[in-house]
């Protein structure tokens, strides 16, 4: 079965260093998407970053980059020089491709506090 | 203003009561979907639509219906709302193919409560 894994609840983080959100995911297909997702209390849902699995390196956005490891089924975000506006729920989700109807399933997120 | 735009953004109703949520893109998209997110779980999928003619139902589709009006409108009820379904709901949208169809686009969420 397909499964995003996110084990940390909750991560706390001094302003301006880097951090590390965890996320593992579970498999059989060769092909499927990852993607981060960050939700403010405000509640909306902002895309990040996105790494498909056949890419070769690995996806970076401004002062996001993601960490794939394939084989590792790993793909972590990486925040560098946080920023208190970081403080957010952040969730890994895979995209299954069935049909390609881009469903994603997502994890249960990690809650990420920036502090001064 | 938003791309993906849901109404209302917050709702209080009762138990039994008929209730829409009600979703519009002007991303152009084909693909749309409703998600359902509760505390500690992520999101989940309830239904995804292809285009107009096609509707299908997601992981916890029981106690909902959806409506695609238009390419560009695609919208959700509960029949007979409950408690339980109590929680933030999103619609989201992609497109078909190419570099874009990697992205899911989400509106900002409708909280929905049943009392």
């Known amino acids: 079965a397909q499964k995003i894994t996110q084990t940390q609840p909750g991560m706390f983080v001094q302003e301006k260093e880097a951090v590390t959100l965890d996320c593992t995911y579970d498999?059989?297909?060769?092909?499927?998407?990852l993607f981060w997702y960050k939700q403010p209390s405000s509640g909306e849902m902002i895309f990040l970053i996105y790494q498909g699995s056949y890419d070769q390196q690995n996806a970076t956005e401004g002062r996001y980059s993601l960490n794939f490891q394939k084989a590792r089924k790993s793909a972590n975000l990486v925040i560098s020089a946080s920023q208190l506006g970081d403080s957010a729920m952040y969730f890994c989700a895979m995209r299954r491709p069935s049909g390609g109807y881009n469903k994603l399933i997502f994890g249960a997120g990690t809650r990420l506090a920036v502090h001064p | 203003d938003a791309d993906v735009t849901q109404t209302p953004r917050n709702r209080i109703t009762k138990t039994g009561k008929r209730i829409m949520l009600e979703c519009s893109q002007t991303?152009?998209?084909?693909?749309m979907y409703w998600y359902r997110q509760d505390p500690g779980l992520g999101l989940r999928l309830i239904y995804y639509s292809f285009d107009v003619k096609d509707i299908n139902k997601g992981e916890i589709s029981d106690g909902y219906s959806v409506s695609r009006q238009a390419q560009a409108k695609f919208s959700l009820s509960l029949e007979s709302a409950i408690p339980n379904q109590t929680a933030l709901y999103f619609c989201a949208t992609s497109a078909s193919q190419g570099n874009s169809g990697n992205t899911i686009y989400f509106g900002e969420g409708s909280w929905l409560t049943v009392v």
């Open positions: 498999t059989s297909d060769p092909s499927y998407g």
């Open positions: 991303k152009g998209h084909d693909r």
